[in-house]
């Protein structure tokens, strides 16, 4: 049986858009001529692959199982047909799937679809939410590039260090804790919120304090850094966050930021993504972009944003 392995192209774009419209304007062709491209992949593979609900349509399980395995043959396709063409960004047209932390999204995320736009104004990016689990969609192609604050242990998954951060406090002005330096005591008996994508109520710091004899007060675990920037100006609320990556947010909402008063190693930051992408351009393009993007947050600046200290504070 002859195969027309231009249906693969087809069939990914139905995927990833989840109708014959939606794959037509992206593969710019009419949609009956997408919907004839349905009709055949249905035929080769035996399966709908696609079926109407109301009116969207969703794909079938057998559709879920490939969506990865295509994907994966279309992109090494594509690097294997334009591993000699230099990389026009005016022209390209790709869609990149960006999940970093939270606190990265509100901290860069606009600068970086700005860039992205201004360079390569084709190039459509999707900035999903972390998953609640380890996922290994970095390996299935699902992902282009993840942040991470701790190296990878697969040999197939790259990364790249972007920079350090520290740990730093924030509170509301007038807080309690902003009266005189800031000690182990009063702040292991403060009031504090964690955050923790998973609703850990314990972190870190927490093992850091009891080496040191102390546990701190931890009333409730916030799902992401927004959430819990959002409570402390209204209440009384402790925040352990990274500086570098929640500074421009605690400043929109003037919150007062303290040294943490125990000694804690710096959070490293990791771009992360997939070997497969390694000789790709307009891939590495897109990681020295978001690179470039993110060391920006750790640039010395001229204003004086460091931690406040106090005078024998510890």
Known sequence: MQLDLNLLTALDALLEEGSVAGAAARLHVTAPAMSRSLGRIRKATGDQILVRTGRSMVPTP????????????????????????????????????????????????????????????????RLPAESGTDTPELRRGEVDLESSSGRPTLADIRHRLVGHDQLVVAVRPGHPLTEGPLSLDDYAAAQHLTVSRRGRLRDPVD?????????????????????????????????????????????????????????????????????????????????DLATETLRALFAPTSASRQAVTFPGGR
Do not use: K
């Not at 201004?118 to 990016?125: E, H, K, N, S, T």
């Not at 916030?222 to 100006?233: I, S, V």
């Open 207 to 287: 093992d850091a304090l009891a080496a040191l004899g102390h546990e701190r007060r931890v009333v409730a675990a916030g799902p992401t850094a927004a959430f819990a920037l959002q409570l402390a100006p209204t209440t009384d609320l402790v925040l352990t966050l990274p500086d570098a990556v929640t500074r421009t947010a605690r400043d929109r909402l003037g919150l007062i930021t303290l040294p943490l008063p125990l000694q804690m190693p710096t959070i490293p930051l990791y771009l992360l993504w997939h070997q497969r992408y390694d000789d790709d351009r307009a891939h590495t393009w897109l990681r």
């Open 62 to 125: 057998r559709a879920l199982a490939l969506r990865a395995q295509v994907h994966a043959l279309v992109q090494q396709a594509n690097q294997l047909l334009s591993a000699q063409q230099e990389l026009d960004l005016s022209a390209l047209e790709r869609v990149f799937t960006v999940r970093w932390h939270d606190a990265l999204i509100a901290a860069c995320g606009t600068a970086l679809i700005t860039a992205v736009h201004r360079q390569a104004p084709g190039v459509q990016l």
